[in-house]
């Protein structure tokens, strides 16, 4: 899941950069401009995404040590 997490966040990651550095070929900043808020949403979208990936390796690291102690 963390994996599936991670190439997620990847991708939209891959998008803002584009959308904030543009592509000549893409005209991403004629779409950045033309869509109101286009790009400020997809760079919210990767920071939730990153925290979401942070939140769930804590819960496993947690999970994973509740387990452990458990077990002895």
Known sequence: MIALI??????????????HNGSDDANWLVVCLQFTNFCQQVTGAVVVS?????FLLTLVAISAFSLKRTSD
């Open 6 to 19: 991670v190439s997620a966040t990847a991708a939209a990651a891959a998008i803002m950069y584009l959308a």
């Open 50 to 54: 990153f925290v979401a990936t942070v």
